[in-house]
């Protein structure tokens, strides 16, 4: 009797290990920007000024915190490709234009704001729309969707596919899941899936988050190749 009791509780508590260790491992260590860079867009008036990273990146109680000027982003020092990444961000409460995104596959050498890459919008109201960046020539990156109402008049929008009820108030964590197969994206936002895009020219890159003119804070960076 002793031992048909004991082998459910031994299997419950292989699976309580196997969920713990689901092969996630960390971008962002809690601490600081370690294995993270920085690039910021100077003011107009000053091209050659180099802003102060320190003034728009810090680290608060394991959160990675964002003032959202000047424009610019911070993004991982390897480059990484088939992974999924998953990320949870807010804006704090009474922002007037909350405004972020997560940049996939940055291309290497490209220090400009905006970097030659893909974006997954985290807008306020617009979280997991994707849009497209150029290269130094404008040249966009190729991307195809299903969807025929899916990009507006530059070729650079891809509206998200769920548009109601998905992103939670002000003040509030919300989630977001990218997988990168390939040239392929799916991204999910609280449990929604609300895009996907195919064939992407660019299949490997940096992975960046940007500041982008509002206070924003992200936590539980973490990557699965």
């Excluded at 008036?45 to 990273?53: F, H, Q, S, T, V």
């Excluded at 009474?94 to 490209?110: A, E, I, Y």
């Excluded at 899916?150 to 990218?178: C, F, Q, S």
């Amino acid at each position: 009797m002793h031992m048909r009791r004991s082998i459910p509780l031994l299997a419950l508590l292989f699976a309580s290990t196997a969920l713990a260790d689901d092969g996630f491992t960390p971008l962002f260590n809690g601490k600081d920007t370690t294995g993270w860079t920085t690039t910021l867009r100077p003011p107009k008036d000053m091209p050659d000024a180099k802003p102060d990273p320190k003034a728009t990146w810090g680290v608060k109680d394991g959160v990675l915190v964002c003032t959202g000027k000047p424009n610019g982003y911070i993004a991982t020092e390897k480059e990484y490709a088939d992974y999924t990444l998953r990320l949870k961000w807010r804006y704090p409460t009474g922002t007037d234009k909350p405004n972020s995104g997560v940049l996939l596959h940055v291309q290497p050498g490209d220090d400009r704001v905006w970097p030659n890459c893909v974006e997954a919008q985290l807008k306020g109201g617009f979280a997991g729309d994707i849009w497209l960046n150029a290269d130094k020539t404008g040249k966009l990156p190729a991307i195809t969707h299903d969807r025929k109402d899916a990009a507006d008049k530059t070729d650079r929008h891809y509206l998200r596919v769920e548009a109601k009820d998905v992103e939670k108030p002000l003040g509030e964590w919300n989630a977001m899941t990218i997988t990168c197969r390939g040239g392929d994206f799916t991204v999910v936002v609280n449990g929604k899936t609300v895009n996907e895009a195919k064939r992407c020219s660019l299949t490997k890159g940096r992975i960046g988050l940007q500041s982008e003119g509002s206070a924003v804070e992200f936590k539980d960076i973490e990557m699965k190749k």
